[in-house]
């Protein structure tokens, strides 16, 4: 049962994973951690509760994580909170740190937040996070067919691809729901819709990109100390193979050999749970 505080939090995000990023840092609970995804705090808000002696920086490209953060989030002693993006965390860490939690993707709060993020929207194809910079619509309006038909095949794995992005090409959809409907007529089938946007969200908000630098931010021993926690929960394959690839080949040990999926009890309370996958990694 949900108390009320957790029902105003979990309005913005449910989180996924809680029970395995609270074990994770069990092992950290005195230090400092970053928060690298705040979003609705809900992963931050269950760590400070479990744990009364650890503090977190928290990161969120998103203006609206941070509103939301000082309407909504009780006791703020704890918690530094920042607008900037993965890019940037290293600028802001001046000692290293006892551990970091990424939850990489979209919040709930974005899907519902009129921004194009969800076919099921009326919205403008605007797709960005931090409300800066390129929007899909410009960015279909820039490429070309080749160009946009890569995106889709590389961040949507959509074998059709180049068929797709001749068709927005042609038709240059700018709302979720002009989109959408070019879909319906075209190709069909939800599980593209949902590709289809997941691909244009990727290439607008540059994540991969920003994971590399985020990645990048812990490849030294000022950001995280020696025997410190890194959590990383991923929705995309290709997300899932980078973060992989850099535990590796880092002074990073991974701690699930294959990264762990989450119990079929939550993948059924919380659908966006059902593509998520979780890797750790301790400091060495
Ligand atoms: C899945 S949500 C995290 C939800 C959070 N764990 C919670 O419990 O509410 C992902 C969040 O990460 C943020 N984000 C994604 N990419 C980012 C980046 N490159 N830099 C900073 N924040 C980013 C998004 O704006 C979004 O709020």
Redesign the pocket.
Known sequence: MMNVRQEK?YE????VFCKEVKELFRMVANGVIV???????????ELLDSYPQMRIIG????P??ISNFRKNFSDKERIELYN????E?CNIIKTPVDGI???????S??LKSMRGFSYNEDAYLDLR??KEGETAVSLIARLNTGQLANILKEYGDLSHGFYIANIIKKYKPRYASELRSLLEKYVRGRRIFARVFQALRIAV?R?FT??SS?LECLDNDKTVKKSGVAVF?T?HSKEDKIVKEFFKKSSWQEIYKKGIKPEREEVLNNRAARSARLRAAQKI
């Open positions: 939090q913005y995000h449910i989180p928060d690298a995804t705040f979003g609705g705090g809900g992963h931050s808000r990161i969120d490209r998103d609206d994580a900037v993006r993965f890019s965390l939690l990424a939850d990489l993707g979209v919040s709060h974005q996070m931090d908000n994540e920003e994971l985020l929960i929705y």
